[in-house]
Structures are given as structure tokens and as C-alpha cells.
């Protein structure tokens, strides 16, 4: 059973940094596509950022971009989240995903992953 454990989230000042982690286990995440959304209270739950295992190309949304880092520990079977020049808007849950095949077209819609962890609280003062 795939069991996806989330760290890493808290209150920082608008400008600041956090690094989330995402644990897997369960299988070999080998052929999967890590993604991590998140969710403000009142929003649907929106992209951020994805990896494919196999091979390490990353995909980010746009307003992300140049801010937010995924990156993956193949031993450790963990993936990361690096958040800097963090703003208020980033203030959400956010949530590790998995999807064991990559569709180009769908990578970004939370329907693709089968599995999710709990979700960490990212919380930014301004």
C-alpha cells in the first residue's frame, strides 16, 4: 500500500523559505510522477509542482516558477518541495501526490494522482 508522509510546513515571514518533504512508501516509485498541490481555504486545489522519477524533468505552475524547486532522493525515496521568496498568496495546505503514469495533458489535475498524503499547513505573514 503506497503511504505518502508530508513535513516540513509552518509560519514564516512573507520573503522567507521553507523546504516540505514528502516520504513514499509502499512501492517502487520508479515509473511515478510526484506532484505537489496545494489548497487555500475557499479555493480548489491547484497545481505547483511535479517530477517524473524516471529521468527527473520537473514542471512547475507559473506562479511557482522560479521560486519553488521539486527534486527527488532516490535512496531515501523522498521528494522535496523547496519554497523561497515566499508571499501571503502561498498560504495554503499543501499536498503530496503520486501518479504511476505521466500524461502530458493531465499532469497539472489533481485527478491523475492516485495517491495523497495528509497535507502540511504552509502558513505566510506579510
Known amino acids: 500500500q503506497v503511504q505518502l508522509v508530508e513535513s516540513g510546513g509552518g509560519l514564516v515571514q512573507a520573503g522567507g523559505s521553507l523546504r516540505l518533504s514528502c516520504a513514499a512508501s509502499g512501492r517502487t516509485f520508479s515509473s511515478y510522477v510526484m506532484g505537489w498541490f496545494r489548497q487555500a481555504p475557499g479555493k480548489e486545489r491547484e497545481f505547483v509542482a511535479a517530477?517524473?522519477?524516471?529521468?527527473?524533468?520537473?514542471y512547475y505552475a507559473d506562479s511557482v516558477k522560479g521560486r519553488f524547486t521539486i527534486s527527488r532522493d532516490n535512496a531515501k525515496n523522498t521528494v522535496y518541495l523547496q519554497m523561497n521568496s515566499l508571499n501571503p498568496e502561498d498560504t495554503a495546505v499543501y499536498f503530496c501526490?503520486?501518479?504511476?503514469?505521466?500524461?502530458?495533458?493531465?499532469?497539472?489535475?489533481?485527478?491523475?494522482?492516485?495517491?495523497w498524503g495528509q497535507g502540511t499547513q504552509v502558513t505566510v505573514s506579510s
Open positions: 517530477l517524473r522519477w524516471s529521468g527527473g524533468n520537473t
Open positions: 501526490a503520486a501518479a504511476s503514469a505521466f500524461y502530458y495533458s493531465r499532469y497539472t489535475s489533481p485527478a491523475t494522482y492516485e495517491y
